[in-house]
Nanobody, 122 residues
Framework: QVQLVESGGGLVQAGGSLRLSCATS????????MGWFRQAPGKEREFVAR????????YYADAVKGRFTISRDNAKSTVYLQMNSLKPEDTAVYYC???????????????WGQGTQVTVSS
C-alpha cells in the first residue's frame, strides 16, 4: 500500500512563501514521476508541476512558472514544492501525486495524497 502524505500548507499573506512536502511510504517511488496538482473552490483540479525520478528536468504550469520550484529527495522519499511570491489565486487544496508516465497528468497518476490547504490572503 503506497501512501503519499502532504504537509506544509497554511495561511500566508500575498507575496509570502510556503514549502509543501510530500512524504511517500509503502514502496519505493524512485522510478516514478512525482507531481503537484491543486484544486481551488468551485474549480477543477489542475496540474501545477512535475519532476521525473532522476530529477533532471522539471515542468510547470504557466500560472506558477518562475514562482514555484519542485524538487525531490529520493533518499528521503520526499518531494517538495517551494512556493514564492504567492498570490490569492494560488489558494487551493494542493495534492501530491505519483505515476509511471514521464509526462505526468491527472489521468496518468497512480497514487494521490489527501491534500493540504493553502490559503493566500490579499
Amino acid at each position: 500500500q503506497v501512501q503519499l502524505v502532504e504537509s506544509g500548507g497554511g495561511l500566508v499573506q500575498a507575496g509570502g512563501s510556503l514549502r509543501l512536502s510530500c512524504a511517500t511510504s509503502g514502496r519505493t517511488l524512485s522510478q516514478y514521476t512525482m507531481g503537484w496538482f491543486r484544486q481551488a473552490p468551485g474549480k477543477e483540479r489542475e496540474f501545477v508541476a512535475r519532476i521525473p525520478w532522476s530529477g533532471s528536468s522539471t515542468y510547470y504550469a504557466d500560472a506558477v512558472k518562475g514562482r514555484f520550484t519542485i524538487s525531490r529527495d529520493n533518499a528521503k522519499s520526499t518531494v517538495y514544492l517551494q512556493m514564492n511570491s504567492l498570490k490569492p489565486e494560488d489558494t487551493a487544496v494542493y495534492y501530491c501525486a505519483a505515476g509511471r508516465n514521464y509526462y505526468l497528468s491527472e489521468r496518468t497518476c497512480d497514487y494521490w495524497g489527501q491534500g493540504t490547504q493553502v490559503t493566500v490572503s490579499s
